[in-house]
């Protein structure tokens, strides 16, 4: 069988072109090329180079439309047993390439070629074509004639119009052969025979039958010529006159052979005018042929014809037909006895095949012509099947990617985020990995005979990388040994296009992904909340800075992976990156950071990974990782290698947009120090914080803002130190102070410390996220703008987070707060002083001590008694430092209390330290006299009139729901002032934050502290002006203060200040009682007598006012006696009843005064 | 039963989401590569001959030496595809209209995405029982 055969066949005259002397294999390709540009030559062309010798046998011959065909067959080919049957099997024409620098010799070259045409005993002409002699082998030539045709140097126009010339000649000498062959064909008779022939014995009836049979075949071989000289019609004549020849003497094979070069005549002589009668024609003819051949041994000329009629239908249209064809044609394959013969068989199905656009199906035949070359075992063999299985490997979807062209892959379904289901599904079309991983398994085998180390590279890494989960992990360590074997063979730096393990970039990793700013500033208010970007995934790069980009490997083999170098691939060649060497056990995932420098502005494209591994360079792309996760999620694709590899912790990101921007200041920090700041509750200390520009640009413009929880733990920064050293140049360094507090541990934290702590261990707690961070953004200098006009582009500012790793210890803790309340009398003097203006030097006058103590005791002025005010903290120390307690308040200086201030003391009120030792509890008790409490001031109730301008802002307080705002305000207010202050060591101190317990303590008895009864009362001894010396006494503290002589008339008087915004309407009463708390002015005993009305006074007292009731003491026995005045308040309102904590509106309410003290001293 | 048998269904998209070697002879690893190369390439036979009949049974559509490929074409383009070399083509008729039925029941589960790999075990067994029965 021949490859590659058609119905034209027939027509073609063989030429075989041999290569004389030595050729170099590219310029032998290019002389053949040239020459099959000379495939068809026209009758019409070589009519000058003819002469008719005798009248030719060719009556018919289309001189004007006919022509002749070449087929030139590279190296010759053997003789066939057949080319008598078939003329056209002849090599019938020898063309010489001989190429002159490399033969110098001509002579040699002559007879080199004429021992060479020696072989073919057929040819009919021989010519020797010497391309680019010198100029003495030009002479030389000249002088030789013959067969030796010399090319001299010229242009390849020239050349090539010199070589069709010569193969016109050719032509027509050939036309003058044929002729002169069939002249003597015709008049002498040949013995024609094929090796069916031989065969047979020579009986004399087989010597009379072929003697029968002699012209038959003479007419059907002279009819072969006919249609080699170009003349159909003749050739249909001897066709015609053979047909009816061999039908008389049965012979059959001679009958087919004569059909079908019928059928080839009729093709040459409609040539170009195809249409479905033709069509018809020929299949039916052919039909016939195939018919005839099948009665005869051997098959191979029905293949062969049958595979001529495909070849001639081979349409989309008559698929079914071709396909009929061929599955016959394939099923004779079995009674192929010839290796070689089945191989060319295959060949052509899966060439038809191919032609009918049926890529698996010729595969497939493809895959059985290489099995065919793998059995030979050679290495020319393993070669051939090493290339027809890499035809194959497109169809079974296993190529690989050199092969695959860029824009195929460029179509990116995967730059679509979206992907339906149904295009990832086409992702992976056609995985039938059973038949893919054989492909590629003989791949492999027949690269490694071949000896083609770089394709059996490529195949043993696309098995690895596609099927690893269905190889045996002995297999993959035969693949890795197949590799590493490969390699070995490969130069150093060998590129390959097919990666061999798989790996995934997982996330960006960047000092700032941030936005550019649009304004001057950094931040502009206006631009800060919207997206800056469409697209989500935008990233700045800074030219000369370092920048990592997380990539996740896998090794889901069995064996042990050296990864010589890995870096990132940049399309764009503004990139540099850093390799690194990684080494995968078994079985392993790991994730790497690549990191490089952006050397140019620009926009950088990361499309994977360049990996050195097994000896060879290959790029991974991220996006063939990203289809394949893809796949695996949809349950498309084998295994996912990073879930096999007990991976998944990072989330696969897509690549981003990178573009690179110019140069920026580079602002680093380090906190002095040790890294973390290990701090107590509450304690307060000041960090510094280095900062240094590593950049090549100064920092212009800086900003400092806090970001994180807790961040309230920053009580200052210096910002302002920061910025007066700006302009910050390269190198240049600056520190700046930030005051921390620490905060307190939470609920949770502080079980966990309570757990920890039983033994009294430090509890460190360092849990992330707690920290704040500074925020540090800055900028260099705005670019140079040469043209104001053109809308200059900012360069982006920069972002440095700085955190500060706070670590809070447990400090003091804080067991209960409670309120302590004392009252103490007053004694009755001359002056009210509670009622205006009462100052603590006052009470000091009053209590006449200078002691510590004695100065909380505090005048309530409201109340008119001395009272002492503490709020009692319990608090322990469970750690194993020593704190000291200091208790401050803070006073009020506010400008408010234009009136009822108590104090006008501005400074700190510092008390006494308090230590409380390791395991320990200890009380600290904080006055609360020294506040003005302002609830109680008429500024705060002017304040509410204000707002509220019928007056009735107490009812509203009392009764509606906003009292507890208005309370909690006030009590904040309180509590703000009061600081509980430690220290413990030599530098650590801070501050206890003890507000929420101080809020607690003060909240069942608010109303107490903070509230004044609705009225005041106030007791005054009356001195006549007439006793000066009393008056002077009295005002001396010792002597005589408030102290009333007994059997004496005192006149005093009591005061009755109504507090609130309305008219109140009462009963005053007055009692008087000795030591003992019995009345002394009413019943038997009384020791006491009195002048003017003690009880029932009915008086009504206007908003805010006073009223005096004057009356006349007269005691009789000295000693202690207390005045209480008690008014039972007619008329109460919600307020009253409110204050008075009574719910009933029909009780009276009453309204009770302090006791005032008088000491009644006897005349001595 | 035949000696001989591989049955295969191929997704629309090309992709093979259910194999079984069904026969009775003995399993040989490159007799069943050689069973798949044989059924994957008649899928270009079946891609044109779907679309000349209504028949979902396209019966014998290609055969490579002694093995036939018959193949039954569902409404949504998926191939059931058997290898087989025994001629009883009412019996692979029932055995794809069984199988089809199965295949029907299987993307009626809301779970199974249409177009990727078949792994129920019950519908093997189920296949394997068919193939017994009617092969």
């Given at each position: 069988?021949?490859?590659g055969?058609s ?102 070259v ?23 002699p010198?100029?003495s ?27 069709q ?8 000498s ?31 009836e ?34 015609t ?14 009958l ?5 070069g019928?059928v ?95 890529e ?9 012509v ?42 990116g ?40 180390p ?6 043993a890494?696309r ?120 080494n995968?056990?078994?079985?392993s995932?790991?994730?790497?950071a ?51 590899c ?38 307060i ?5 280095h ?11 800086v ?10 733990s ?42 920890k ?13 707690h ?11 705005l ?71 004695d100065?909380l ?8 008694s001395?009272?002492?005010?503490f ?36 400074s ?13 509890s200890?009380?600290v ?16 109730f ?39 202050w430690?220290k ?18 003060l ?13 005041t ?31 004496d ?18 009963n ?65 309102n ?9 719910d ?21 | ?48 001959l ?77 296949v394997?029982?068919?193939a017994?029965?009617?092969?």
């Amino acid at each position: 069988m021949e490859p590659g055969v058609s119905i034209e066949t027939s027509s073609m005259i063989r030429v075989a072109v041999l290569p004389i002397g030595e050729v170099p294999p590219t310029l032998l390709r290019d002389y053949f090329s040239m020459l099959l540009r000379y495939q068809t030559i026209l009758l019409s062309a070589i009519s000058s180079f003819y002469t008719e010798h005798q009248k030719s046998p060719f009556a018919h011959q289309p001189w004007d439309s006919g022509s002749l065909r070449f087929k030139f067959i590279l190296g010759g080919a053997p003789p066939s047993p057949w080319e008598d049957f078939q003329s056209n099997r002849k090599i019938l024409a020898i063309i010489g390439i001989c190429h002159c620098p490399s033969s110098p010799d001509l002579d040699t070259v002559v007879s080199q070629f004429s021992a060479a045409c020696k072989g073919f005993s057929s040819a009919l002409v021989e010519r020797c074509f010497a391309f680019c002699p010198g100029d003495s082998q030009l002479e030389d030539g000249s002088r030789k004639g013959g067969n030796l045709m010399l090319f001299p140097p010229a242009d390849r126009d020239t050349q090539e119009l010199h070589l069709q010339t010569m193969m016109q000649d050719i032509a027509a000498s050939l036309l003058m052969k044929f002729e002169k062959w069939v002249l003597q064909a015709e008049s002498t008779g040949t013995i024609l025979k094929t090796p069916l022939d031989s065969q047979s014995s020579l009986s004399s009836e087989e010597v009379i039958k072929a003697k029968k049979r002699r012209l038959g075949r003479a007419q059907k071989t002279i009819g072969d010529y006919c249609l080699l000289a170009g003349s159909p019609v003749d050739a249909n004549a001897h066709y015609t006159t053979a047909l009816e020849l061999s039908r008389l003497t049965g012979d059959f094979f001679w009958l087919a052979g004569a059909l079908e070069g019928g059928v080839c005549a009729l093709l040459i002589d409609r040539m170009g005018q195809r249409d479905s009668v033709l069509e018809d024609e020929v299949r039916y003819r052919y039909q016939s042929v195939i018919v005839h051949y099948r009665k005869v041994s051997p098959i191979t000329f029905e293949l062969e014809a049958t595979l001529k009629l495909a070849r001639f239908l081979c349409r989309r249209e008559l698929a079914k037909e071709v396909v009929d064809l061929l599955t016959t044609a394939a099923d004779g394959a079995k009674s192929l006895i010839d290796a070689s013969d089945r191989l060319i068989l295959y060949v052509e199905l899966a060439r038809l095949y191919g032609t009918l656009g049926y890529e698996r199906k010729a595969a497939f035949f493809s895959r059985q012509v290489a099995q065919l070359y793998l059995q030979q075992e050679n290495r020319l063999a393993a070669i051939s099947a090493m290339h027809v299985l890499a035809l194959t490997t497109k169809a079974y979807r296993v190529q690989s990617t050199a092969s695959v062209s860029k824009n195929e892959t460029g179509s990116g379904l995967a730059d679509n985020t979206k992907m339906l289901h149904q295009s990832v599904v086409s992702l992976f079309e056609s995985q039938w990995s059973t038949l893919q991983m054989v492909v590629l398994r003989e791949i492999l085998l027949s690269a490694l005979r071949a000896g083609d180390p770089l394709a059996a590279w490529s195949a043993a890494a696309r098995l690895l990388r596609s099927y690893y989960p269905l190889i045996t992990p002995a297999g993959q360590n035969g693949l890795a040994s197949a590799l590493s074997n490969s390699a070995d063979r490969l130069p150093s730096g060998t590129r390959s296009a097919d990666p061999a393990l798989p790996f995934r970039n997982s996330a960006k990793e960047d000092w700032w992904a941030g936005s550019a700013p649009s304004g001057p500033f950094i931040y502009t208010p206006f631009t800060k909340g919207e997206p800056n970007n469409n697209s989500k995934h935008e990233l700045i790069w800074v030219v000369g800075e370092l920048v990592e980009v997380l990539v996740e490997l896998a090794n889901p083999c069995g064996f042990d992976l050296r990864v010589d170098s890995i870096y990132l691939s940049v399309n764009s060649r503004n990139f540099d990156p850093f390799p690194v060497t990684v080494n995968l056990p078994t079985n392993s995932s790991k994730v790497i950071a690549l990191s490089g420098i952006p050397t140019a502005v620009g926009p950088v494209t990361i499309h994977g990974c360049t990996v050195h591994c097994f000896g060879v360079i290959t790029e991974h792309l991220f996006k063939d990782v990203d289809n394949l996760l893809l796949g695996a999620m949809q349950g498309l694709v084998l295994s996912d290698p990073f879930r096999s590899c007990g991976s998944g912790k990072l989330k696969n990101v897509s690549v981003p947009n990178i573009s690179v921007v110019p140069p920026l200041p580079l602002l680093v920090s380090h906190i002095v120090g040790d890294g973390a700041i290990i701090l107590h509750e509450g304690e307060i200390r000041d960090v510094w914080i280095h900062l240094a520009n590593a950049g090549t640009v100064s920092v212009e413009q800086v900003h400092i803002s806090l970001s994180g929880k807790n961040q309230d733990s920053v009580i200052s920064f210096a910002s302002e130190t920061l910025k007066s050293a700006l302009p910050l140049k390269p190198g240049a360094e600056v520190t700046i102070p930030v005051t921390l507090k620490a905060w307190r541990l939470g609920v949770g934290d502080a079980d966990i410390a309570g757990g920890k702590s039983a033994f009294g261990s430090i509890v460190r707690h360092s849990k992330d996220g707690h920290s704040p961070a500074l925020l540090i953004h800055y900028s260099g200098p705005l670019s140079n703008s040469k043209d104001p006009q053109t809308n200059e582009t900012i360069p982006p500012g920069k972002r440095l987070v700085v955190p500060l790793q706070i670590c809070v210890l447990q400090g003091l803790s804080f067991v209960k707060a409670q309120l302590l309340l004392m009252e103490i009398p007053a004694h009755v003097g001359e002056s009210l002083p509670q009622l205006a203006h009462v100052n603590s030097h006052c009470s000091e006058d009053a209590v006449g001590s200078n002691s510590e103590i004695d100065k909380l005791v505090k005048i309530d002025p409201y109340r008119g008694s001395w009272g002492l005010r503490f709020l009692e903290l319990e608090l322990s120390n469970p750690t194993d430092v020593v704190f000291d307690i200091t208790v401050s308040v803070q006073l009020d200086s506010s400008s408010n209390d234009d009136s009822h201030s108590v104090d006008k003391d501005t400074s700190e009120y510092g008390y006494l330290t308090t230590r409380i030792d390791r395991d320990l509890s200890a009380r600290v008790l904080i006055p609360l006299e020294h506040f003005k409490l302002p609830i109680l001031d008429a500024s705060f109730f002017a304040k509410d009139d204000q707002t509220d301008g019928v007056g009735s802002c107490r009812s509203a307080i009392f009764s509606e729901k906003n009292t507890n705002a208005e309370l909690n305000a006030s009590i904040k207010n309180l509590i703000s002032k009061i600081k509980v202050w430690w220290k413990s060591g030599r530098n650590s101190s801070g501050e206890l934050n003890i507000k929420d317990a101080i809020h607690a303590a003060l909240r069942s008895s608010v109303m107490d502290v903070l509230l004044p009864d609705p009225l005041t009362f106030g007791f005054r001894l009356l001195r006549s002006c007439s006793e000066p010396e009393d008056f002077t006494a009295q005002a001396h503290p010792f002597t005589s203060k408030g102290s009333v002589l007994a059997h004496d008339m005192t006149p005093m008087e009591v005061t009755v200040r109504n507090n609130t915004k309305d008219m109140i309407k009462m009963n005053l009463s007055i009692a008087c009682r000795d030591v003992a708390g019995e009345s002394c002015v009413e019943g038997a005993k009384a020791t006491v007598l009195l002048a003017g009305v003690l009880g029932g006074i009915a008086m009504e007292v206007p908003p805010l006012q006073e009223i005096k009731h004057s009356f006349s003491l007269y005691f009789l026995v000295p000693g202690e006696y207390s005045l209480v005045a008690a008014a039972m308040i007619d008329d109460a309102n919600d307020l009253l009843r409110a204050r008075a904590r009574t719910d009933s509106p029909d009780e009276p309410i009453l309204c009770r005064g302090p006791p005032f003290h008088v000491r009644v001293v006897g005349t001595l | 039963m035949a000696t001989t048998a591989c049955f295969i269904i191929v997704s629309r998209n090309d992709i093979p989401i259910y194999e079984a070697e069904v026969g009775s002879a003995a399993k040989r690893e490159d007799a069943a590569q050689l069973h798949q190369f044989v059924l994957h390439a008649a899928l270009d036979i079946v891609q044109d001959l779907a679309w000349t009949t209504s028949a979902m049974f396209l019966k014998a559509i290609d055969r490579f030496n002694d093995l036939v490929v018959s193949v039954y074409v569902t409404a949504g383009h998926t191939r059931l595809m058997l290898l087989h070399d025994s001629r009883n083509d009412d019996g692979i008729k029932s055995f794809f209209q069984e199988v089809h039925e199965l295949y029907i029941r299987i993307l009626l589960n809301p779970l199974y995405l249409p177009g990727s790999r078949i792994t129920s075990s019950h519908f093997d067994t189920k296949v394997r029982a068919l193939a017994r029965k009617y092969l």
